[in-house]
Structures are given as structure tokens and as C-alpha cells.
């Protein structure tokens, strides 16, 4: 039987992939949570928005803006009466231990006093 010859770098692919993975999650986790930090500064540039057309014809800036919100985020919103109406939201966490914070958002369907 003919000796068995090796290469040296047999094997070093599955190495570097195993050691690759956990990067490659955390890129993953990280354009997720950035994302929903998206998500949520649209969302409250939205319920902003719906809370100043509310306004403007006379209804409840703030219930409409509220009700503009997607369940998750509506909880802990803080919403101001306007002009401009001003949406808070807590962006949700993917990753524990990650600090919370805040993204917010106004809107005024008054006309700017720049002239």
C-alpha cells in the first residue's frame, strides 16, 4: 500500500470558517438592530406626521399620532402636542446589554415664519 501523503493545509478552510462565524453573526445582529433603530425613526416620522394633519383640521394631534404607531413602539411613546407635533419612541433591542435610546421625530403643517 502507497504511503498517504498529506497537504499541510488540509482542514485550515473549515478552521477559518468556524472562526469566521461568530464575526459574520455579529454583522448580522448589527445591520439588524440598525435596522429597527430605522424602522423606528420612520415610524415616528410617520406618527408625527399624522398627528400634525390631525391637528391641522382640528382633531387630537396626539391620539392620532399614537394610533399611527405600530403596537411595539406606541407603548412607551411620548407624544407632544404641536406645532409641531413631536414623537418620541424607544428603538427595540436585539442585543442585550446594548444601551437604549431614543429616536424622535416633529412635524407642523404651519407655514415657516423665515419669509
Do not use: N, Y
Amino acid at each position: 500500500m502507497p504511503p498517504v501523503h498529506r497537504r499541510p493545509d488540509a482542514g485550515q478552510a473549515s478552521v477559518e470558517l468556524i472562526a469566521v462565524i461568530p464575526a459574520l453573526l455579529l454583522c448580522v445582529l448589527i445591520a439588524a438592530q440598525l435596522g429597527l433603530a430605522g424602522e423606528a425613526l420612520w415610524s415616528a416620522g410617520a406618527a408625527a406626521r399624522a398627528g400634525a394633519r390631525a391637528e391641522h383640521v382640528g382633531d387630537d394631534g396626539v391620539a392620532a399620532a399614537k394610533r399611527a404607531l405600530p403596537g411595539a413602539l406606541r407603548d412607551g411613546a411620548r407624544v407632544s402636542a404641536g406645532p409641531p407635533v413631536s414623537v418620541r419612541v424607544r428603538v427595540p433591542s436585539l442585543i442585550p446589554g446594548l444601551p437604549r435610546f431614543d429616536v424622535d421625530a416633529a412635524t407642523s403643517l404651519e407655514p415657516d415664519a423665515k419669509g
